[in-house]
């Protein structure tokens, strides 16, 4: 008799995911005197996204951009897991690459959360991101994926063996506005090369990062519970400015692109103060007050600075929810995830 399998039978033909960009908005914690190292703020953002649909097959395709990227992330769970079989992979959007909005922690928990699904493992999300290596030093990457907003991430502590754990999730003003700025003819450090910027990088001094703790504690998230953007905008600005100097030696600056830099001299010469770049760049940020006044900051960074070669421009909402996730059911419906990976805030 052949045995009948439960799981098998229930797993959908196909899952979609969308996965939402991210601002790493800087480090707390350099130090770790206290035994937790790093300590990350982040924002989801409404876009760009990476759009993935993946079925199960007898061997390995791909097709889209970062499409064989995407493969390297299927395979390697395959083995880790130990499964039988293949998968077809459309890589349908994909965030730009090394340009400080995390594209790899998104395509790998992306991939990783469909192979969870078609296989019926019952991972999550957070698991699967361990087990791609994603969140070395920190966990906005997947906290953007499992719930958006902005968020606060513990670090890592002694002995730990888990991502660090998102221990502040607040919704972000939906009048507010992100002025992004790309620079397409500079990447930020990855991979090997952000492993020797950091072990080469000096001592971090306690009592800044004391100070920075302080100012995320007692300016930063206050100021967001009440909306109030000067505050919140002047606490980002001076996390910028602090953990960029400390990044100098890395990155010949405070930031990456020496473009990029221009247009946030310009921004803040205008009195804009929560400026800053996200991650190891070149992608600059501006957080303002309204839809108004970024598209008229908007029009005018265009105006002055368009012609410049790879510099491109746009502005965003945040994002107060994590990946949608769609797939088939047995009668061949579509079903929106109502797990951990859609979850909102109001």
Not at 30 to 52: K, M, Q, V, W
Not at 253 to 279: F, K, N, P, R
Request: with cysteine; glycine share 16%.
């Amino acid at each position: 008799m052949q045995e009948f399998n439960f799981r098998q039978s229930l797993s959908p033909s196909w899952v979609r995911i969308e996965a939402p960009a991210r601002l790493h908005l800087g480090f707390m914690d350099l130090n770790g005197g206290l035994g937790r190292r790093y300590g990350s703020l982040g924002l989801a953002l409404e876009g760009p996204f990476t759009r993935i649909q993946v079925e199960r097959a007898t061997t390995f395709q791909a097709s889209g951009a970062c499409g064989e990227r995407a493969l390297g992330y299927a395979k390697r769970l395959f083995g880790v897991l130990d499964l039988d079989g293949g998968l077809r992979i459309q890589v349908q959007r994909a965030i730009p690459q090394h340009a400080g909005l995390g594209s790899g922690t998104q395509l790998a928990v992306a991939v990783g959360v469909a192979i969870d699904r078609l296989h019926g493992l019952g991972l999550g999300a957070r698991r699967i991101a361990y087990l791609q290596g994603r969140g070395a030093r920190s966990g906005i990457g997947i906290g953007a994926f499992d719930g958006g907003g902005f968020m606060v991430d513990g670090g890592y502590g002694p002995g730990e063996d888990e991502l660090p754990p998102v221990i502040v999730r607040m919704g972000f003003p939906e009048h507010w506005r992100v002025l992004l700025v790309f620079d397409t003819q500079v990447q930020g450090l990855y991979g090997r090369s952000e492993r020797s910027a950091f072990e080469a990088l000096p001592g971090f001094e306690p009592r800044t990062a004391e100070r920075l703790c302080r100012l995320v504690m007692m300016q930063i998230l206050p100021a967001l519970s009440r909306q109030d953007l000067r505050p919140f905008a002047q606490g980002i600005g001076e996390l910028q400015r602090v953990v960029g100097e400390y990044f100098t030696p890395a990155q010949g600056g405070c930031y990456t692109s020496a473009a990029v830099a221009q247009v946030l001299a310009w921004l803040q010469a205008q009195g804009i103060e929560g400026l800053g770049q996200s991650s190891w760049g070149p992608t600059g940020f501006a957080v303002l007050d309204s839809e108004m006044r970024a598209f008229a900051l908007l029009r005018e960074v265009q105006m002055r600075f368009g012609a410049q070669a790879g510099l491109r421009f746009a502005v965003l909402r945040a994002r107060n929810r994590g990946a949608t996730i769609e797939q088939t059911v047995p009668q061949g419906e579509r079903r929106p995830s109502a797990e951990a990976g859609c979850r909102g805030l109001d």
